[in-house]
């Protein structure tokens, strides 16, 4: 059996540690004007939220560095260089918390060994997800007269995606990355006084939506990426936003059935485009470095 033929890097993968540092910021500023419109709307990020935020993209510039053949130790003393001079110039260090994390996660993935490295980085961007979802779950930004879109569905829908490209690895590891994103979901819910309802609910559909997609991918693992993605996608889709709807909402005074249903559609639209997207530009790198069969 032939190695995998390592793929060259392209531009992208030499600019991505540039811009990288800035996007994350007035990303996480985006994720504070998004949580605006829950119930609570925060002030500012949590400390946890912020730094969770910084590891979605970890995985992203790790691949960079590897590609690139930087190095993972110049590209971080570099930015706390970078980090030094801004607290100097009165740059709150509290606005580098998610930058300084996205280098912390992908330096320390770029250092692990490739394949433990891949899989390493799939199961951070899938368990940071599901933590900003469950932050943001009860804000909803309301698009034209007859659309509500959960945040949380803007992160939720990634999940599934991330998830997909663990698969390669077993069964098991795709269940321990469901059962380990369950038990830190629950214990951020607790640490920030989340309503147990909540809490119990968002566990519920975890573990229910995550094993039937689990299930669906392992027994269409011959076919094509996109196949199996989307497959599995249109079962966990609907299940997860069902189950999290009505569990978490019902009985809630603005939770008619009307709402419910809006609510329902625009999340599972939402989430299959969210990790439709995101297939596509996995499926992109999948064909470069010739990891496995089309």
Do not use: C
Request: aromatic letters at 10%; zero cysteines.
């Amino acid at each position: 059996m032939t190695a995998p033929t390592p793929a060259a890097p392209r531009r992208s993968d030499r600019l991505r540690p540039l811009v990288l540092p800035p996007l994350v910021t007035l990303g996480a500023a985006a994720l504070l004007w998004m949580s605006g419109f829950g119930a609570t709307p925060p002030e500012r990020l949590p400390i946890a939220t912020l730094a969770f935020f910084g590891a979605l993209f970890g995985d992203a510039l790790a691949r960079s560095l590897v590609r690139t053949g930087r190095s993972g130790t110049a590209f971080l003393a570099a930015g706390l260089a970078i980090a030094v001079a801004l607290a100097a110039f009165g740059v709150p260090l509290r606005d580098l918390v998610a930058p300084a994390a996205t280098a912390l996660a992908g330096v320390a993935l770029a250092a692990a060994p490739e394949r433990l490295g891949r899989m390493l980085g799939a199961m951070s961007v899938y368990v940071a997800a599901t933590l900003l979802a469950n932050y943001t779950l009860d804000a909803f930004l309301p698009v034209g007269p007859w659309f509500l879109v959960n945040v949380g569905t803007l992160f939720f829908g990634v999940t599934f995606t991330q998830r997909d490209r663990v698969h390669r690895y077993g069964r098991r590891a795709v269940y321990a990355m469901i059962f380990a994103a369950a038990v830190m979901n629950v214990l951020a819910a607790l640490s920030v006084g989340t309503p147990l309802r909540y809490v119990a609910v968002s566990f519920l559909a975890i573990v229910v939506s995550e094993a039937a997609d689990t299930e669906v991918y392992q027994r269409m693992i011959r076919r094509r990426w996109l196949v199996r993605v989307l497959s599995s996608n249109a079962v966990s889709a609907p299940i997860d936003t069902i189950l999290f709807t009505v569990l978490a909402f019902a009985g809630a005074p603005f939770a008619t059935a009307g709402w419910m249903v809006q609510v329902i559609v625009t999340d599972v639209v939402v989430k299959y485009a969210s990790g439709f997207a995101t297939a596509l530009a996995l499926l992109r790198d999948r064909t470069r470095t010739r990891l496995e069969p089309a």
